[in-house]
């Protein structure tokens, strides 16, 4: 069984465009998340689905630097660019993580992986379906049986550009979550956006200490460091 986690990322965004080359610590934005990506337990592939085109040419050579696989899809139909990437690298079960969250928590979402393979019956599992954990740790583990149906029932746009909101709702789905210990977790934002998640991110990290600090210690310095999380509070809303 192969475990993938597949990244979808793309040069255009309409807050911020190129956001996910934008530097953070010496370290591009993408980077960040592939390397963290690459360090969930039980994850056999990390690749990056880029949408076709030279424009996002960047991104694709920046996610083959950071080591990942890198597949070219459809820039609208998303859906379509993960059913094709997972396709292409032989992934039997897929964690989606997007390009925006350089805090994403490697050992988190090998709880909501392991959850998935751990033989029960789920099709589905994530740990957003309550906002729970702070904005940005966001993620998502499904079966590649899952995916292609996904990808050969849902019709409407919204289904096809964010790719897993008809797995969150069709009946025939079984669905686990994993639930965040604190509503009040949930009002924290840790994913990039606008102007003001990065400049957060860019005074954050400098204090994280060299390796992958969990949520938790995160948290932590968030707490220590309260006019660091002032600087995006204004877009909390979710």
Not at 6 to 30: C, D, F, H, N, Y
Not at 78 to 88: G, I, N, Q, S
Not at 138 to 163: I, N, P, Q
Request: aromatic share 6%; glycine share 8%; charged share 25%.
């Amino acid at each position: 069984m192969i475990k993938a986690v597949i990244v979808q990322a793309r040069m255009t965004s309409t807050r911020l465009p190129g956001k996910v080359l934008e530097v953070v610590a010496g370290r591009t934005v993408l980077d960040h998340v592939l390397t963290r990506c690459a360090a969930i337990p039980g994850i056999d592939k990390v690749c990056c689905a880029v949408p076709e085109g030279t424009r996002h040419d960047p991104v694709a050579a920046e996610a083959e630097h950071a080591g990942a696989v890198v597949t070219r899809g459809s820039e609208l139909d998303v859906l379509d660019r993960y059913f094709r990437a997972a396709e292409e690298i032989g992934a039997d079960v897929v964690m989606r993580v997007t390009s925006d969250c350089p805090l994403i928590d490697p050992g988190l979402c090998g709880e909501v992986l392991a959850t998935l393979t751990s033989g029960g019956a789920a099709d589905y599992v994530a740990n957003n379906f309550s906002h729970r954990y702070p904005h940005g740790l966001d993620c998502e583990a499904f079966t590649r049986s899952a995916l292609e149906t996904d990808w050969r029932e849902a019709t409407e746009t919204y289904d096809r550009e964010h790719v897993t909101p008809w797995l969150r709702r069709a009946p025939e789905i079984h669905r686990i979550s994993l639930d965040g210990p604190d509503a009040e977790l949930g009002k924290l934002r840790w994913t990039l956006d606008y102007p003001e998640d990065l400049a957060f991110c860019r005074a954050l990290f400098p204090l994280l200490g060299g390796g992958i600090p969990d949520w938790k210690e995160t948290l932590r310095v968030c707490r220590t460091n309260p006019q660091i999380a002032a600087l995006n509070e204004m877009h909390r809303q979710r």
